[in-house]
């Protein structure tokens, strides 16, 4: 099994900067090179983690989370109470905010906009499950939004819905939603409340552009403004930063971190991330409408018993290894171990470990046969045919993951075939329902309400990417959103995942680190979330955004000590040693006895979660 990744000959320099990007006019500009962009700025259609931080700069949350273990903490919303039955939640709004256009923020378009999350499908889709058992939402004042409730919601005060204002949004009905793209317009930004104005952009671009929001509540920015730079691989991304035409890479393989690490002028980390990688099957794709099955997969991805069979194929101590160069470990559930009150773990006798021999057994077992082409049939004696494996063309882990997959199923009689797609081209193939197995991978917020959420029926046609159902699993669902004990709700968490493991509509193969490196001889001040050991960007919030700073003014970062610290300016040494992730002069080495070979890779990481 080959193994693929770029290594950039000796020579590269990387380019002095002695302060950070400024244009003519002096002002700072904050640069960062994404591996994805955001396939929605519409806060009510997108799902991509790229445009939930183009949301959360542009637009105010009422709560927030903290930067030590990303618990809720206050935003919009200064202080909450419930009544002694649940049923009732009042918060407290903050005063004297105002929209970009001027026009003052208050309790009542909290209520707007959680109203509209309420009564429309598409606003529904993607926010719904944090409002489910409220009746009502009213504002009563301007500085109070009361929740009333039918029955009671564990997940509040968890509300990480962005605000819109109404006076904008009340003229957009909700079929008009499903079309409207949510970007500048005539030269005009987004109207919104958050710390950045967004002035130019559109999902799918390549460049967006933010400026700093002088009458933000929570303070201005120390950066006046801030553009996001979308490269198709981590190769050029990681060049623009040597060579100073960015400020931040996000989303770097760990090869290239340890290669930038000791570096004079940058700062590389890989940063523990509350997610996981999985490859996902279509378990039956319908027409939400009528119930009839809609796309092409394969019979047999629609058998749990055929997808649970393939865990034992998975070798995932390999994929750790090779794929994600150590910065990780192995999957089991959709919960991750920074979640571990949460969090099942299969006993010894039932977890996955690599045994294709035992997946085989559980093959013939469920009627999956050899044939004597050495291939597999259906139960019924027909050919099974080719399982379509869709990996990520700008995500080497999805490319390289999949190559692996394809192998694995390949030593027990099953064929497949890579297929590569655009990450904004396989949502739509998703929803559409015309895939059998993909990879991929989710971001998963500290309370499991929301990741669980996306394995009920209810989610078809909106964020069930496997398309599955199953009726247990839905009551199951019900009943932990309400119930208030926090153990009861545990052992209700903790039987869902343990029916997910076993249906298999997700093998989830890792848990994965997330590679960044900042140009730290410019820009300092970012912490880490959670704090210690997190991620600087892709955060929950947007922190780092008002902390960073140019490094000639990092002081203390605000007696932060976790914060990135500035570091020397570059000298002209250049890159001498060592290797990089480039897209200048590749070489090709081999390494016979471990198997890998590394060769210039097709592109990078852009993972949705």
């Known amino acids: 099994m080959a193994l693929f990744a770029t290594v950039l000959i000796p020579g590269l320099a990387l380019q002095p900067a002695a302060q950070a990007t400024a244009p003519a006019d002096g002002d700072v500009t904050f640069t960062v090179a994404l591996l994805n962009s955001p396939d929605s700025l519409n806060p009510f259609l997108g799902f991509e983690a790229e445009s939930y931080e183009m949301w959360a700069l542009t637009y105010d949350y009422m709560i927030t989370y903290s930067m030590q273990d990303i618990s809720p903490q206050p935003g919009l919303a200064t202080k909450w109470t419930t009544s002694d039955d649940g049923l009732t939640w009042t918060f407290d709004i903050r005063s004297g905010v105002s929209f970009s256009d001027g026009e003052p923020l208050t309790a009542k378009d909290i209520a707007y906009t959680y109203n509209r999350v309420m009564s429309g499908s598409a606003e529904g889709y993607t926010w719904g499950s944090y409002l489910k058992g409220v009746t009502e939402v009213s504002a009563p004042d301007d500085t109070h939004v009361v929740l009333t409730l039918k029955r009671p919601n564990a997940v509040l005060p968890l509300l990480p819905i962005p605000i819109i204002p109404e006076h904008v949004w009340k003229n957009i009905s909700e079929k008009a939603v499903k079309a409207y793209a949510a970007e500048p317009k005539n030269g005009e930004p987004v109207v919104g409340s958050g710390p950045f104005r967004m002035v130019e952009g559109t999902a799918g671009g390549s460049t967006f552009k933010f400026e700093a929001n002088?009458?933000?509540?929570?303070?201005?920015?120390?950066?006046?403004?801030?553009?996001?730079?979308?490269?198709?691989?981590?190769?050029?991304?990681?060049?623009?930063?040597?060579?100073?035409?960015?400020?931040?890479?996000?989303?770097?393989?760990?090869?290239?971190?340890?290669?930038?690490?000791?570096?004079?002028?940058?700062?590389?980390?890989?940063?523990?991330?509350?997610?996981?990688?999985?490859?996902?099957?279509?378990?039956?794709?319908?027409?939400?409408?009528?119930?009839?099955?809609?796309?092409?997969?394969?019979?047999?991805?629609?058998?749990?018993?055929?997808?649970?069979?393939?865990?034992?194929?998975?070798?995932?101590?390999?994929?750790?290894?090779?794929?994600?160069?150590?910065?990780?470990?192995?999957?089991?559930?959709?919960?991750?171990?920074?979640?571990?009150?949460?969090?099942?773990?299969?006993?010894?006798?039932?977890?996955?470990?690599?045994?294709?021999?035992?997946?085989?057994?559980?093959?013939?077992?469920?009627?999956?046969?050899?044939?004597?082409?050495?291939?597999?049939?259906?139960?019924?004696?027909?050919?099974?045919?080719?399982?379509?494996?869709?990996?990520?063309?700008?995500?080497?882990?999805?490319?390289?993951?999949?190559?692996?997959?394809?192998?694995?199923?390949?030593?027990?009689?099953?064929?497949?075939?890579?297929?590569?797609?655009?990450?904004?081209?396989?949502?739509?193939?998703?929803?559409?329902?015309?895939?059998?197995?993909?990879?991929?991978?989710?971001?998963?917020?500290?309370?499991?309400?929301?990741?669980?959420?996306?394995?009920?029926?209810?989610?078809?046609?909106?964020?069930?990417?496997?398309?599955?159902?199953?009726?247990?699993?839905?009551?199951?669902?019900?009943?932990?959103?309400?119930?208030?004990?926090?153990?009861?709700?545990?052992?209700?968490?903790?039987?869902?995942?343990?029916?997910?493991?076993?249906?298999?509509?997700?093998?989830?193969?890792?848990?994965?680190?997330?590679?960044?490196?900042?140009?730290?001889?410019?820009?300092?001040?970012?912490?880490?979330?959670?704090?210690?050991?997190?991620?600087?960007?892709?955060?929950?919030?947007?922190?780092?955004?008002?902390?960073?700073?140019?490094?000639?003014?990092?002081?203390d970062c605000d007696n932060v000590e976790s914060s990135s610290q500035a570091t020397d300016a570059a000298d002209d040494k250049g890159i001498s040693s060592g290797f990089l992730i480039g897209a200048g002069v590749v070489a090709v080495l081999a390494v016979v006895g471990g198997g890998i070979v590394m060769m210039r890779r097709r592109s990078s990481v852009g993972d949705r979660e």
């Open 214 to 555: 002088p009458d933000y509540w929570g303070g201005t920015p120390h950066i006046d403004h801030l553009v996001f730079r979308v490269f198709q691989s981590e190769d050029p991304a990681v060049q623009a930063l040597i060579k100073g035409e960015v400020d931040f890479v996000e989303g770097i393989s760990a090869v290239q971190v340890k290669a930038l690490q000791g570096r004079d002028g940058i700062t590389a980390i890989n940063g523990d991330s509350p997610g996981f990688d999985q490859i996902a099957f279509n378990t039956g794709s319908v027409d939400t409408k009528t119930g009839k099955p809609i796309g092409d997969p394969n019979p047999a991805v629609l058998d749990p018993k055929f997808r649970h069979a393939l865990g034992y194929t998975l070798d995932l101590d390999q994929l750790i290894s090779k794929v994600y160069q150590g910065a990780g470990q192995a999957g089991t559930t959709v919960i991750p171990p920074a979640y571990s009150d949460w969090r099942w773990d299969p006993p010894s006798d039932v977890a996955f470990s690599y045994d294709p021999d035992k997946a085989g057994q559980l093959l013939d077992e469920a009627g999956y046969k050899m044939g004597a082409d050495g291939f597999r049939t259906m139960p019924d004696g027909s050919p099974i045919g080719t399982i379509r494996l869709a990996a990520r063309s700008e995500s080497p882990t999805s490319l390289d993951t999949m190559d692996f997959v394809k192998e694995w199923f390949g030593d027990v009689g099953i064929k497949a075939k890579v297929e590569n797609f655009e990450s904004s081209k396989l949502s739509g193939v998703i929803l559409d329902g015309d895939y059998d197995i993909f990879q991929w991978g989710w971001y998963v917020e500290p309370d499991p309400d929301s990741i669980l959420s996306y394995f009920t029926t209810g989610q078809h046609g909106g964020l069930s990417d496997s398309w599955y159902t199953n009726p247990e699993y839905d009551t199951l669902y019900e009943q932990q959103h309400v119930e208030m004990d926090h153990d009861k709700r545990v052992d209700i968490v903790k039987q869902m995942q343990e029916i997910l493991y076993e249906d298999s509509p997700y093998l989830v193969t890792a848990y994965n680190t997330i590679g960044e490196a900042v140009r730290s001889d410019r820009f300092a001040c970012l912490q880490p979330q959670p704090d210690p050991g997190g991620i600087w960007l892709i955060q929950y919030g947007i922190h780092n955004y008002l902390s960073v700073r140019p490094a000639a003014d990092a002081g």
